[in-house]
């Protein structure tokens, strides 16, 4: 991380007004501000991972993935009894990104539903969402299917099932 003196003194000054604001985490921003005072080059590469950045395309892909799952609901809700019936409506859930191994994308989607309040109709809030298992390869390949489907927010039970096994 390339700071100016400058820049170096605005953000030790905001870890001193963090300390006060969070006594909690003051320790935390405490060894932060010493890091940043003193320019401890390789702790300030630690600082910079807190700093996540996430391109214009993955955060189409995230919302892509949620838009999905809310038409899928959707459609399900639209089905006849008899097609409900055979088909469990827990597959359709959105249950999110792996915390483990894709948090900068569960971030983002915990940003969308609780920051943005988008997607209200998933009835999911960032605490109760997070895979087990990464989940990102599969979503791209529901979604591929998805997106060749003619009626997207109106699918067919085989449509559906076509979405949830890709």
Not at 99 to 126: G, H, M, N, S, W
Request: a negative charge; hydrophobic letters at 35%.
């Amino acid at each position: 991380m390339n700071m100016t003196h400058a820049q170096r003194l605005i953000l030790s000054n905001q870890y001193e007004i963090m300390m006060k604001l969070d006594p909690e985490r003051s320790s935390y921003y405490k060894r932060c501000q010493t890091i940043v005072k003193r320019g401890y080059e390789l702790q300030m590469q630690e600082l910079e991972l807190e700093f996540g950045q996430i391109s214009e395309e993955t955060c189409l892909e995230v919302i892509d993935t949620m838009e999905m799952h809310h038409a899928m609901m959707v459609s399900y809700e639209n089905m006849c009894q008899a097609d409900q019936d055979d088909l469990s409506v827990e597959r359709l859930k959105f249950i999110g990104y792996c915390r483990r191994d894709e948090r900068e994308l569960a971030d983002y989607c915990c940003f969308l539903l609780d920051v943005d309040k988008r997607f209200p109709t998933l009835k999911i809030c960032c605490k109760d969402m997070n895979s087990e298992v990464a989940l990102r390869d599969k979503y791209q390949r529901m979604l591929a299917v998805w997106k060749e489907c003619p009626r997207q927010y109106k699918l067919s039970l085989q449509e559906l099932r076509n979405i949830l096994n890709a």
